[in-house]
């Protein structure tokens, strides 16, 4: 029997770069690059037709165009999959009570969503080709994902992000089960050196920009905020999502000279696969330019006295009072990536390799925590980690200890 070959598509360096995808984490994720292969929606004089090709016989497989020419934008990707699991769920047998309840998911919606991105390129892509996208094709995807590593200078983390991504618009997935499947991307992780805990960051140029800022009364609210946010992101071992999430209305909810308790109410970590609601508490520090409590007590100052409960960005049907406001309309909340900007006007600051990306707020704190000897275990409680795992996994930047091994040793 003669061997199946896999071929990929020829590829040049594109010399021009990539655009990228602001919308995670950090402003300027450099993670999720826009595929720069070639035109992902043809000219219309070029190889796609706006209509589909005329079948070779009557009755015969509907042209790719036709099948997946639908889905020009994110919110046709992901009405298609809304649609897809409804007929799912109908093939199942199940009530309208329960294809309800995946309608009205909120966290459902944005996971699709989030999708949407990867899959709408792969879409472009397959058609660009006179691929069907919507048939699982184990070739095409490792096709599309090589020209990504090459053009796009995707990441290994980011290119199995698209792939999982991808493989969830089709039902079966054992295509992408194939062994050489497999192997193929097992090849595309041992192609990639990752550096781990080599950034070992010095906070001092921002202890400085914030000991040079004026006293908090004085502040403009634009710095205030941006102050308020990186303070609680390194301090509180915040994301940006945990800080939009903060709730004043709740009742455990306490500031004090010294202290403050912050509710985040629905942050994206859960237990047994289910919501919850953390309590982190953020203490004071003696130098009043560097104190989040004296920070966060000013920032309150700025807020409407008499402010109305409004529905959680996650679940319309819990009421909550938001910390950080839009400082244009302090009546209006904002979300993660606008809270990610102002943390990382700050953490710009920091001086770092040129080809290494903005580190997290939460690591940089847990990090720096780690270094000047807190214990890990405080750290863990602080981050509210389910173990010192994914500290030394996930957010330990620097592999710097506050012991000299050298004397521990040779002593």
């Not at 998911?105 to 949407?116: G, I, P, S, W, Y």
């Not at 919507?134 to 983390?157: D, Q, R």
């Not at 996930?394 to 506050?402: E, I, K």
């Amino acid at each position: 029997m003669p061997r199946t070959r896999l071929l990929l598509p020829a590829m040049e360096p594109h010399p021009s770069g990539t655009a990228e995808d602001s919308a995670r984490e950090g402003g300027g994720d450099r993670d999720h690059p826009i595929l720069a292969i070639c035109p992902l929606v043809p000219d219309r004089e070029q190889d796609v037709n706006d209509e589909a090709d005329p079948d070779p016989e009557e009755g015969g497989p509907p042209s790719p165009r036709k099948r997946a020419g639908h889905l020009v934008e994110k919110p046709d990707v992901v009405a298609y999959c809304m649609e897809h699991k409804r007929q799912a769920l109908m093939q199942m047998g199940v009530d309208n009570s329960v294809i309800s309840v995946w309608d009205n998911d909120v966290a459902h919606k944005r996971k699709l969503t989030q999708r949407a991105g990867p899959q709408l390129q792969y879409i472009r892509w397959a058609l660009a080709r006179d691929i069907d996208p919507l048939t699982p094709s184990a070739a095409s995807l490792l096709n599309f994902l090589v020209s990504g590593m090459a053009l796009g200078k995707w990441t290994i983390g980011t290119t199995l992000a698209y792939k999982s991504s991808i493989i969830q618009l089709y039902d079966d997935k054992s295509a992408f089960q194939a062994p050489l499947f497999l192997d193929s991307l097992q090849m595309l992780r041992q192609r990639t050196i990752t550096d781990l805990k080599a950034l070992d960051l010095d906070l001092t140029p921002a202890i400085r920009y914030l000991e040079s800022l004026p006293q908090n009364e004085q502040l403009s609210m634009e710095q205030l905020t941006s102050k308020l946010c990186w303070l609680l992101a390194v301090v509180g071992m915040f994301r940006g999502d945990d800080i939009a999430c903060i709730d004043l209305a709740h009742e455990q909810f306490k500031i004090g000279p010294q202290v403050a308790i912050l509710p985040i109410t629905l942050p994206k970590e859960k237990r047994r696969k289910g919501r919850i609601r953390k309590f982190t508490t953020i203490q004071a520090h003696t130098n009043p330019a560097l104190c989040p409590v004296a920070t966060l007590q000013e920032y309150l100052n700025h807020l409407p006295e008499e402010d109305v409960l409004v529905p959680h960005r996650k679940d319309p049907e819990i009421m909550v009072r938001p910390l950080v406001r839009d400082r244009r309309n302090l009546h209006k909340a904002v979300g993660p990536d606008t809270i990610n900007r102002y943390i990382g006007t700050i953490t710009d600051l920091l001086e770092r390799p040129p080809s290494s990306s903005r580190p997290r707020a939460r690591a940089i704190g847990a990090s720096v925590a780690f270094k000047n000897g807190a214990p890990v275990d405080d750290i863990v409680v602080q981050a509210n980690w389910s173990s010192s795992i994914m500290f030394d996994s996930f957010y330990r930047l620097s592999g710097t200890t506050a012991t000299n091994f050298s004397s521990a040793v040779l002593s």
